[in-house]
């Protein structure tokens, strides 16, 4: 079993940076790909980045290349979502999850099987 608890979220101006921490529980997490999502109000959950258990695979969408930045530390079992140039469509709660399915990297919530709570990140215009 595997828990998750992000952190690092809050309220920023647009052009700002957030750094976000996904915080895990469990030795085999650093054998699992680990994934960013976030939901906007009345929007679906959208993956937003990707990375294998060795960090040598990472995978953005399209609306966060070049601002976004995710890395693991798995001596720390901690995987980071760096956010600059933010931008208010950005906001959303935030989420990552993990996938023990050894497939690769899924921008599908389907293939993850453990969740953190969420954390809010909010930009401002």
């Known amino acids: 079993q595997v828990q998750l608890v992000e952190s690092g979220g809050g309220l920023a101006q647009a052009g700002g940076s957030l750094r976000l921490s996904c915080g895990a529980s469990?030795?085999?997490?650093?054998?699992?790909?680990v994934g960013w999502f976030r939901q906007a109000p009345g929007k679906e959950r959208e993956f937003v980045a990707g990375?294998?258990?060795?960090?040598?695979?990472?995978v953005y969408v399209d609306s966060v290349k070049g601002r976004f930045t995710i890395s693991r530390d798995n001596g720390k079992n901690t995987v980071y979502l760096q956010m600059n140039n933010l931008k208010p469509e950005d906001t959303a709660v935030y989420y990552c999850?993990?996938?023990?399915?050894?497939?690769?990297?899924?921008?599908?919530?389907?293939?993850?099987?453990?969740w953190g709570q969420g954390t809010q990140v909010t930009v401002s215009s």
């Open positions: 990375i294998t258990g060795s960090g040598r695979n990472i």
């Open positions: 999850a993990a996938d023990r399915s050894r497939l690769g990297i899924q921008r599908s919530k389907a293939f993850y099987d453990y």
């Open positions: 469990g030795r085999t997490f650093s054998s699992y790909v």
